[in-house]
Nanobody, 115 residues
């Protein structure tokens, strides 16, 4: 079992920056990959970014060049640095972890970007 706790959400204006954090209850060395999804009101949950155990990264086209995912193994934490935020980035952001055959989810953190 892996527990994930997200933090860092908030309300800000377009063009601003925000950093989300996701801390795992176990060493992230034992986790195959971690990342973020988001879900806007009335929309399906969509994948945002992934970082693997070897620090390989991938991004959705909608955030490429603006968002950066990183990891701090010593803190068992994955970060999502979000720059040049747009109103369409408004969503609940969920951290996930893939370990063995299971996927675990955090509780979500709200990001609201006003125009």
């Amino acid at each position: 079992q892996v527990q994930l706790v997200e933090s860092g959400g908030g309300l800000l204006q377009a063009g601003g920056s925000l950093r989300l954090a996701c801390t795992a209850s176990i060493s992230i060395f034992s986790i195959n990959s971690m990342g973020w999804f988001r879900q806007a009101p009335g929309k399906q949950r969509e994948w945002v970014a992934t970082i693997t155990s070897t620090s390989s990264t991938n991004y959705a086209d909608s955030v490429k060049g603006r968002f950066t995912i990183s990891r701090d193994n010593a803190k068992n934490t994955v970060y999502l640095q979000m720059n040049s935020l747009k109103p369409e980035d408004t969503a609940v952001y969920y951290c996930y972890a893939n370990r063995m055959v299971a996927r675990y989810w955090g509780q979500g953190t709200q990001v609201t970007v006003s125009s």
